[in-house]
């Protein structure tokens, strides 16, 4: 939608495109500009660096030689001034030769004025960059804070003291689906909510999974259990943990910030993976040693397992994977029903009329097998479709509802190091010795795994996957592949642990 306005000498300035303000006098066109520089900074820095960092920083609007760029926290906007401004303006710059600074704020900011009335978060001192070189602006004197994701309530996080990020009322053990892919870690987060010694059972308590396969549903659940038994928790994204960490430094009260973080219970961190810099994980792995030395409990959920966490440090990595590991799986189709039938009568608690059948269900759990997100969206396409229309929800019209969900596009290349690298996890093995000329039963099955693995899923030849796995001969990667293929007929298991491994790395 475009539409315009005017400044504040009745001058018309600004359209509106997609969300985002732009200068009418933009010759570069700010929406279509900022996408490019978007694709740039994406392909100049990396995917990794660019999904923690760049991803949600958005173009606010684009006026009077300069653009106005937001991010939905302060630490975003911290760590982006200090290590990413003047490449920000570089690449923006190189796309709109008539931009003459850039300016960084924060989304959702509530401040006052004078008078004690609201002002948007726009009105915030922003750092600015421009052609004259370095920051300009009063950048660093905000002192008010932003509203958290996702929270009408203003949730304090101020220098020196640490409440952490709220726990969702929905996500409690009770509203947990079980299933054979997440029963161990479910079963290991019940204990350690309700263990009351000051000795934990597991520590730390490492949950790793995919996108939407339920680990922040168990790390709510943990807490919740854990203080109605009256113990004192604290929950952090790894975004909330970096951000108090810096802003402690800032504000020179690093001492109380840590003294708070280590006089708690239990300590839950959440998205392991994106805590980022060398002092902040030198300050995570004092703290974790600090906690597990006093005898209180830590609960930890990344993407992936301790061993594959290369951005962090070793000394943290070798830490994290000290206490028990638990993975939970990929849905299977009995727990996909499962969790939609949970979704459906929820649902029907509220809108009495809404109704899906069995039929329904079990078309859904087939059509639907990424993760428990796309689960819950298609329920909320079977409620739009039935609120709507009026009509009764089929198989055939939840196969229209739900089209865009169910993932028929071309799945993500896999690379043969890909391969390697979760073959050995899943076996307890190292890639070096994959790749090694090491004859024991425990590496020869895992190396014909992940060669048959590297046959189905890539294009490579057969001589190029041998080289890859040490210089082998093409005969020795078709013996490897003849021998899994037999034993996946004859072996269900296998058959299913090849299946589920087939699956993760397609996703």
Not at 72 to 79: D, E, H, Q
Not at 391 to 406: G, H, M, P, W
């Amino acid at each position: 939608m475009v539409r315009g306005g005017q400044d504040n000498r009745g001058r018309v300035r600004l359209v509106e495109i997609g969300g985002a303000e732009v200068s009418s006098d933009d010759p570069q066109g700010g929406a279509e500009t900022w996408a490019r520089v978007k694709r740039r900074l994406r392909a100049e820095l990396g995917e990794d660096v660019f999904a923690s960092w760049f991803a949600r920083l958005e173009m606010d609007a684009v006026a009077d030689g300069c653009a106005r760029l937001s991010v939905p926290t302060r630490f975003l906007k911290s760590w982006i001034e200090a290590h990413y401004a003047e490449r920000v303006f570089a690449v923006y710059k190189a796309e709109a030769p008539s931009l003459e600074r850039i300016s960084i704020g924060v989304r959702g900011t509530i401040v006052r004025d004078g008078a004690g009335a609201p002002k948007r978060g726009s009105d915030l001192p922003r750092l600015v960059i421009g052609e004259a070189g370095g920051a300009t602006g009063p950048a660093r004197a905000e002192t008010k804070l932003p509203v958290p994701p996702g929270g009408g309530r203003e949730e304090r996080t101020e220098f020196g003291e640490v409440n952490g990020a709220p726990l969702d009322p929905r996500l409690t053990f009770e509203s947990f689906v079980l299933g054979r892919s997440n029963a161990l870690a479910h079963a290991a987060g019940d204990r350690v909510a309700q263990h009351q010694s000051n000795q934990p059972l597991y520590n730390p308590l490492f949950l790793h999974a995919g996108v939407g396969l339920g680990k922040t549903h168990l790390l709510h659940a943990i807490g919740h259990e854990a203080r109605r038994g009256g113990r004192r928790v604290i929950y952090l994204t790894a975004d909330r943990f970096m951000y108090g960490f810096v802003a402690s430094l800032k504000a020179q009260t690093s001492l109380a910030f840590k003294e708070r973080l280590r006089g708690i219970d239990l300590l839950i961190i959440d998205d392991v993976q994106f805590i980022q810099g060398k002092s902040i994980q030198q300050e995570f792995g004092h703290t974790l040693n600090a906690l597990i030395d006093a005898g209180r409990q830590i609960v930890v959920a990344a993407d992936r397992p301790p061993s594959d966490l290369e951005s962090l440090d070793e000394r943290v990595r070798s830490r994290l994977g000290g206490g028990l590991v638990v993975e939970i799986g990929a849905l299977d189709e009995a727990l996909r029903g499962s969790i939609l039938s949970a979704r459906v009568a929820a649902m029907k608690a509220a809108h009495p009329t809404f109704d899906v059948s069995a039929a329904v269900i079990a078309y859904v759990a087939r059509a639907i097998t990424a993760n428990g997100r796309d689960l819950e969206g298609a329920v909320n396409r079977l409620l739009a479709h039935a609120t709507l229309t009026g009509s009764a929800i089929t198989v055939e019209t939840a196969e229209e509802a739900i089209r865009d969900l169910v993932r028929n596009r071309e799945p993500r290349r896999v690379k043969i190091e890909d391969i390697q690298k979760l073959v050995a996890s899943r076996y307890n093995v190292s890639r070096s010795d994959i790749l090694s000329e090491r004859r024991t039963a425990a590496v020869v099955r895992p190396r014909q795994i992940a060669m048959y693995l590297s046959k189905v899923l890539t294009l490579r030849s057969l001589p190029e996957i041998g080289r890859r796995f040490g210089g082998r001969d093409h005969t020795t990667v078709l013996h490897a592949v003849r021998k899994i293929e037999k034993a996946i007929a004859d072996d269900t298991s296998l058959s299913d642990e090849v299946e589920l491994l087939k699956r993760m790395l397609q996703e």
